[in-house]
């Protein structure tokens, strides 16, 4: 596989990413409204959805680095939008982008479920011991919100993130942007 990324590749994931920023920023704002409903622990329900900077790009083009440009990419649209959460966002999404370029580096850009699981798990953990760090969340609510909070942002990760990764891959496929993709092939 070439590993030198095409200017077509840097073009379908910068609109791609936009567009998953303007998704971010949506839920952003989302965010507090629906945690009140959800609690802290099935708010986490959503982390599979902030998981697409990354994954999805990634699993678009297969290809060093396109992770981390994705994820930029997405960050950059959701701070000029407005994002309430500032320069973390950049952060988590380096982070879930980390984790997913580890993955695909285990598995020599092979997108083996195995390797997107892998992936997702991996971005969840970095992102979690950046929370850890920074807010001292969830250890803050006691070790029983902790457990759920890992669990649920785990799962989403993994079962979210993969299905959306899937559908979003599979309905731009259809429309013939991804013609002469890994992915489409």
Not at 56 to 85: D, E, H, Q
Not at 101 to 117: G, N, P, Q
């Amino acid at each position: 596989m070439n590993k030198k990324i095409t200017t077509k590749e840097i073009v379908v994931v910068a609109m791609v990413a936009a567009v998953v920023g303007v998704i971010y920023t949506l839920l952003d704002y989302a965010y507090m409204p629906m945690s009140a409903v959800l609690g802290t622990v099935f708010m986490e329900l959503t982390f599979g959805i902030y998981m697409l900077s990354g994954a999805l790009p990634m699993y678009l083009v297969r290809k060093p680095g396109i992770a981390f440009f994705g994820a930029l990419v997405t960050a950059g649209v959701n701070l000029l939008l407005g994002s309430p959460y500032g320069l973390q966002l950049v952060l988590a999404g380096v982070l879930e982008a980390l984790g997913v370029e580890i993955a695909y580096a285990i598995f020599k850009r092979d997108a083996s479920l195995k390797c997107m699981v892998l992936g997702q798990i991996l971005g969840a953990a970095f992102v979690f011991c950046r929370d850890t760090f920074f807010w001292g969340t969830p250890w803050s609510y006691g070790t029983g919100i902790a457990a759920g909070v890992v669990i649920v942002r785990l799962l989403s990760s993994v079962v979210i993130g993969i299905v959306l990764v899937k559908v979003i891959t599979a309905a731009l496929v259809k429309t013939g942007v991804l013609k002469g993709f890994v992915c489409a092939k």
